[in-house]
């Protein structure tokens, strides 16, 4: 599964990533990379976007962007 | 030791108080520069520590060292080419593992490095213990703990850096890629073959940067590489085996590996005991970011800022107003004194050119406010979660959730202005969100738009005030969101776009002295680029306004009304005492010690000062005295009322020589020559006239107006005159002329701002064409439209708003183009 379709409060670990490209650097600089443990923390008040728990500290993006983020759940 | 050798630069991460090391470091010698074709701030500063002068560079924050973005590549260059000294790696010590990704990247750049531990009093508080000195030896650079809010650690990081500065580095580590290091291996070799290039560049990045594929590196290589076509295909075979052989692109595998290494050596020198606690700053989260809470601090958040910024930000300039007004008044004292009728143009000059710089002068105090609050929103961490909150509705058009706050304040609803606004699009990572927004903040409701709303909304909407107020405020925004989007999906199309993600930091308390520095830098830029540059401009208005003036003939016929209306006078007075005393030509005297006491009176407090002041005239000249303040004395206020007539005379004298010489000039005859086209949108060439002379600034579209209706000797407002005056000028027409407002070209200040913001001269004259073209088109449908229809203000207003709303919505529901992986 794709880490748009989780809930928040739900945790996954990210298996690999489908972006390349700038998209794909850009999740690698700020920390997303597979192997990584991650945690859903609550959508935007319009859904979109999202905001994760990673190592420590917290990134928000898009539901489109993190279509390319393959997890699987804990 | 060059000078190059003492220049040293802050390089880490966003929100890890690089610029808290910067100002701690620099204290007060900082100034701002650019980097050149990029719109990056440059920020540079100097300390001396044991004798030795160091000039500090900070470079823009960034999680990485890629070709992807302007602040990316800012960095990478000025290491790559700038070659500085040293490299000061501040690094956020509760944040060590991601930090060190950064730090690994530079290390690869073969750059003498110190890494700055900074905010080592928040890692603690998290439960994480650093042994600074293992990390130093794992990584081989030296490693300074600091706090550098309370100044803990600043004596030894300058120790550190005046002593590396002096002396080569030592060995620093360098991270075993595994799999790929055979052909980093191979490539460096075939690297190494042309000498002049190992000289240049650390070839082992250069290696890893080719096989990544990284546009920058290989135009590095095809500038310094006699045969680069080569090279480049060897680098991309390399990059296809290896992907057939692992199922990964090289910098997926070199990232993962970095990260690897980080959270080895994190491990390693790190003691963490977990406090198990859900942090402070998530737990705030929780309600600023709530899905009905959050919307609604937001607004609070905006009109607290508003408030405090334009409404107290604006009362505050009734005190700083007197000090510009001092400054008119000595100008005035300074220039040519005015004759009864001829003002010298030098005078007029030098007064036109004092009122154009203070409009824009008295603005500080709203822009000091204005700034420090935005510093405060910056350094608290509260941008991030407007953006957070704001990025669904606003992508949809183009934009991004960050445009919330230049959206704000180049006013939303009502009041507002474009130059801040437009300043603060800087942040916008997104290059097509940031064009669009500032092209589509002049469409937003500046304060100086609103008093031509209020003028026509009192002629004619008076029974619909409210309504029609609320029309005018909100159709703004249905014309700024749907135009982003058209923007976006054409002449934005192919502008480079970034992935939204974006870390939400933890809150900070901001400090007293950041946020001041922050809004006195920005005040600063303001004066320095964009007065100066207004005041040139505003040479060129007062030319287009002045001449060619009036001819010689229609100066004769002036000066006979004068030397009637003084004739009148010197009759009035004949028979009286003061007929001796008072010559044809000193009557300047007179009409000058007329309005001195008439503006002294004004500004006299209370009764104590009025005696005081009449004292003095009369003490002056009594004779003078007397005409002025006549009292019972008949043959005194026969006099007064023949100088109250011809001081009348002579004012509408002016009015009319000013009114002329305004439709004789340049732009008053370009007025005249479109009404044929301007017809349609409802302008006759008055109002042409007055939109144009608004180009400099939109307040004096009002006064243009006013000095156009100007009626001889009627004493009614400008209201009544102009729906007097005008009886084809209808609501219909008083609509379109407000919708034109909305869609009016910025003011020279904003354009300045856009050109400094977009970097560009094109974009800037873009943003002064299309709302024009836009506006006229606007109201010619408003009115044309409403004419044929036969609809008059008030419906041909609903039905605008239906269509403007639907516009809306329908473009909202349009696609942008999907991201691309």
């Known amino acids: 599964m794709t880490l748009d379709q989780l809930k928040p409060g739900s945790q996954a670990r990210i298996v690999h990533l489908a972006a390349r490209d700038k998209l794909g650097q850009r999740l690698m600089d700020m920390g997303i990379y597979p192997g990584l443990r991650l945690e859903i923390v609550r959508n935007a008040p319009l859904e979109d976007p999202l905001e994760i728990l990673l190592d420590g500290y917290y990134v928000s993006l898009r539901h489109e962007e993190a279509r390319f983020v393959e997890v699987e759940r804990l | 030791m060059t000078s190059k050798d003492r220049q040293a630069a802050l390089a880490g991460q966003p929100n890890c108080g690089k610029s808290t090391v910067f100002n701690a470091l620099t204290g007060a010698s900082q100034h701002v520069a650019n980097y050149p074709g990029v719109t990056v701030d440059k920020l540079v500063g100097s300390f001396r520590h044991n004798g030795t002068k160091v000039e500090l560079v900070d470079l823009p924050g960034t999680y990485s060292l890629t070709s992807y973005s302007p602040e990316e590549r800012v960095t990478r260059d000025f290491l790559l080419h700038e070659k500085p000294g040293l490299v000061i ?52 650079v030296p490693v300074l703990p600091t706090n550098m809010k309370s100044g803990q650690g600043k004596k030894e990081l300058l120790e550190a850096v005046s002593g590396t500065i002096a002396r080569a580095e030592g060995r620093t580590s360098r991270i075993d890629y595994g799999d790929i290091e055979s052909f980093i291996r191979e490539l460096v070799d075939v690297l190494s073959a042309e000498p002049a290039l190992a000289d240049r560049y650390p070839l082992r990045w250069l290696a890893i940067k080719l096989l990544e594929e990284d546009r920058e590196a290989q135009r590095l290589l095809v500038d310094g590489h006699p045969e680069a076509d080569r090279v480049l295909a060897d680098a991309s075979a390399k990059r296809k085996a290896f992907e057939a052989a692992y199922g990964k692109t090289p910098e997926q595998h070199v990232a993962g590996r970095r990260y690897q290494a ?16 859900r942090p402070f700053s998530d737990r705030i989260d929780g309600i600023v970011c709530n899905r009905y809470l959050g919307p609604l601090i937001l607004v609070g958040v905006v009109y607290l800022l508003y408030y405090l910024s334009i409404v107290q930000g604006y009362n505050l300039t009734n005190y700083t107003w007197p000090l510009l007004a001092r400054l008119r008044t000595l100008v005035e004292a300074l220039a040519p004194a005015p004759g009864f009728i001829e003002i010298p143009l030098i005078r007029a000059f030098a007064l036109w050119f004092v009122d154009s710089i203070n409009a824009l002068l008295n603005y500080i105090p709203i822009f000091f406010i204005l700034f420090g609050l935005i510093a405060i929103l910056e350094d608290s961490g509260y941008m991030p979660r407007m953006a957070f909150i704001m990025d669904r509705l606003l992508s949809r058009y183009g934009l991004h959730g960050q445009s919330t706050l230049p959206m704000v304040l180049g006013g939303v609803y009502v009041g507002g202005c474009a130059v801040p606004a437009v300043m603060s699009c800087k942040g916008i990572p997104d290059e097509r969100s940031r064009l669009a927004t500032i092209l589509i903040i002049p469409l937003l409701n500046c304060l100086a738009k609103v008093p031509l709303y209020v003028l026509l909304i009192n002629i004619y909407f008076a029974q619909h005030k409210g309504l029609a107020m609320f029309f005018i405020s909100t159709i703004s925004l249905l014309f700024a969101l749907p135009i982003s989007k058209i923007l976006t999906l054409t002449v934005l199309k192919d502008k480079e776009t970034t992935p939204f993600i974006m870390e939400m930091p933890p809150y900070h308390l901001p400090t007293v002295r950041g946020v001041l520095v922050k809004a006195w830098r920005r005040v600063w830029l303001f004066l320095k680029k964009i007065t100066t540059i207004v005041a040139a401009v505003a040479v060129v208005i ?47 005297d007179l009409v000058g010690y007329w309005d001195e006491y008439k503006d002294a009176k004004m500004t006299a407090g209370n009764q104590a000062a009025l005696d005081e002041l009449k004292q003095r005239f009369e003490a002056r000249d009594p004779d003078f005295y007397r005409i002025v303040q006549p009292g019972g004395d008949q043959e005194a206020q026969k006099a007064n009322r023949a100088f109250k007539k011809l001081d009348r005379s002579r004012r509408e004298i002016l009015m009319a020589m000013r009114q002329e010489r305004l439709n ?74 407000m919708l034109f407002m909305v869609l009016y070209p910025p003011c020279v200040a904003t354009t300045i701002a856009v050109k400094l913001q977009s970097g560009s001269a094109r974009w800037m004259l873009f943003s002064m064409f299309y709302p024009m073209i836009l506006g006229l088109a606007v109201a010619t449908l408003v009115y044309s439209g409403g004419l044929a229809l036969g609809l008059d203000g008030r419906q041909a207003m609903y039905a605008f708003y239906g269509l403007a709303l639907a516009v809306t919505v329908a473009m909202g529901l349009i696609k942008n183009r999907a991201q691309t992986a």
Not at chain 2, 672 to 690: C, D, K, L, M, S
């Open chain 2, 89 to 140: 790696n501040v690094a956020d010590a509760s944040n060590l593992q991601r930090n060190l990704y950064l730090t690994f990247q530079l290390l690869e750049m073969d750059v003498p490095l110190i890494l700055n531990l900074n905010m080592i009093d928040v890692a603690k508080a998290r439960g994480h213990e650093i042994d600074a000195e293992k990390l130093s030896r794992r990584l081989g």
């Open chain 2, 262 to 277: 980080a959270a080895d050596v994190a491990a390693s020198a790190v003691g963490r005991s977990d406090l198990g606690k």
């Open chain 2, 542 to 588: 007062f030319v287009l306004l002045q001449f060619p003036g009036l001819s010689a003939e229609r100066l004769a016929d002036y000066n006979g009304r004068k030397d009637q209306a003084v004739a009148a006078f010197m009759a009035a007075i004949q028979g009286t005492r003061f007929a001796g005393r008072i010559q044809e030509d000193h009557l300047m």
């Open chain 2, 664 to 737: 004789q000039s340049f732009l008053g005859r370009l007025g005249q020559a479109i009404e044929p086209v301007t017809r349609f949108a409802g302008f006759n060439w008055r109002v042409n006239v007055a939109l144009l002379s608004a180009l400099a600034a939109k307040e004096s579209s009002v006064a243009t107006l006013g000095a156009l209706y100007q009626q001889e000797g009627s004493g009614q407002s400008l209201e009544q005159r102009m729906a007097e005056g005008e009886k084809g000028f209808s609501s219909l027409a008083a609509l379109a002329l």
